[in-house]
Antibody
Framework: QLQLQESGPGLVKPSETLSLTCTVS??????????WGWIRQPPGKGLEWIGS???????YYNPSLKSRVTISVDTSKNQFSLKLSSVTAADTAVYYC???????????????WGQGTLVTVSS | SYVLTQPPSVSVAPGQTARITCGGN??????VHWYQQKPGQAPVLVVY???DRPSGIPERFSGSNSGNTATLTISRVEAGDEADYYC???????????FGGGTKLTVL
């Protein structure tokens, strides 16, 4: 059974960079047809897609966050990571990693999710 | 960018049928996926490709998609179905994942 686990600091200071890692177990991050993504959810609000990456390094980003986001992959460790720079209180959220199943060129869905990790931006 | 619109809340009595809509421009031409999220938990896929169910999801969950509206239908609603539900598509014109704003299902 595929499992994803987020890890990283739970508290980040304003203007600094948020860094999270997702470790994939029970399957290979190098599988074809799958991208790997980050989604966040501010307290009491809805889901927001941040971006996704293929094992080759190809990425898609949410345009609203693109200038501050970097997603990378380490196939040797079966991990992918998120960096979000210049954070503010508005970036406080539960951050989820998930597998994005690319069914076709015009269809993709998240079929496996991590449990999520709360990141608070505060001084 | 593509926008998905969901009602903020839907209420239904136990045993009745709940219908949660997801509106989008010509959404019938896209594949719609639905997630259930209970408090403090990660979202779970309950319907994919408009109307298919992942293994382990009860047959009470079904979906449809036509024109400008996709619908998640939950038959014989149970107290355990109380949750937030999100629709999602892949917008190929901008290469983005798009989520609806979410609908809180309350079981009366």
């Amino acid at each position: 059974q595929l499992q994803l686990q987020e890890s990283g600091p739970g508290l980040v200071k304003p203007s600094e960079t948020l860094s999270l890692t997702c470790t994939v177990s029970g399957g290979s991050i190098s599988s074809s047809s799958y991208y790997w993504g980050w989604i966040r959810q501010p307290p009491g609000k809805g889901l927001e897609w941040i971006g996704s990456i293929y094992y080759s390094g190809s990425t898609y980003y949410n345009p609203s966050l693109k200038s501050r986001v970097t997603i990378s992959v380490d196939t040797s460790k079966n991990q992918f990571s998120l960096k979000l720079s210049s954070v503010t209180a508005a970036d406080t959220a539960v951050y989820y990693c998930a597998r994005l199943w690319v069914v076709t060129a015009i269809n993709a869905l998240f079929d496996y999710w991590g449990q999520g990790t709360l990141v608070t931006v505060s001084s | 960018s593509y926008v998905l619109t969901q009602p903020p809340s839907v209420s239904v009595a136990p045993g009745q049928t709940a219908r949660i809509t997801c509106g989008g421009n010509n959404i019938g031409s896209k594949s719609v996926h639905w997630y259930q999220q209970k408090p403090g938990q990660a979202p779970v896929l309950v319907v994919y490709d408009d109307s298919d169910r992942p293994s382990g999801i009860p047959e009470r969950f079904s979906g449809s998609n036509s024109g400008n509206t996709a619908t998640l239908t939950i038959s014989r609603v149970e107290a355990g179905d109380e949750a937030d539900y999100y629709c999602q598509v892949w917008d190929s014109s901008s290469d983005q994942v798009v989520f609806g704003g979410g609908t809180k299902l309350t079981v009366l």
